[in-house]
């Protein structure tokens, strides 16, 4: 039983060169990540759910080692056992996934091309934010005096 556990929890969450490499192609070309998705080159890449549980893994440490801030921006929840944010983290992945399809009706995508690109870029973007955020926690800079001193320079 042991070793069934542990070969699931070692092949889903296993981040090795792919994961970097993935994370540097999301980057650099994403249109090339979602359209290798959309026709069916899955083997080379995350999936889009496996993408955004590593982003909520990535949230969450970043909430652990700020003490649930994000970008030094203190995030407080009635209930201290799910944080507000996952939730709407959660919701609104949908709610994106239906906007681009009405906004991008003419590119003849389905629901779900639509969900796969929101998952990926969403879960882009929060481990971006996520790492940033935990640098920003650890160094206690408040966020605006950090990016003025970014775009004065």
Not at 15 to 41: A, C, E, H, T
Not at 131 to 148: C, D, H, K, N, R
Request: proline residues 3%; positive net charge; aromatic residues 22%.
């Amino acid at each position: 039983m042991f070793t069934v556990g542990h070969d699931f929890l070692d092949n889903f969450f296993a981040l090795d060169n792919s994961f970097i490499s993935q994370l540097k192609w999301m980057l650099l070309d994403p249109k090339r990540v979602v359209q290798d998705y959309w026709n069916g080159y899955r083997k080379f890449y995350f999936s889009p759910v496996r993408f955004l549980l590593i982003a909520t893994i990535f949230l969450g440490f970043n909430f652990l080692i700020t003490g649930n801030k994000f970008l030094n921006i203190s995030i407080s929840s009635s209930d201290d056992f799910v944080p507000l944010t996952l939730v709407t983290f959660f919701l609104f992945t949908p709610l994106f996934s239906i906007s681009s399809r009405l906004t991008f009706w003419k590119f003849k995508k389905n629901n779900y091309e639509h969900l796969v690109m929101n998952l990926y870029t969403i879960s882009l973007w929060t481990i971006f934010f996520s790492l940033f955020s935990a640098v920003l926690g650890l160094l206690e800079l408040p966020f605006f005096i950090f990016w003025s001193c970014l775009t004065l320079s």
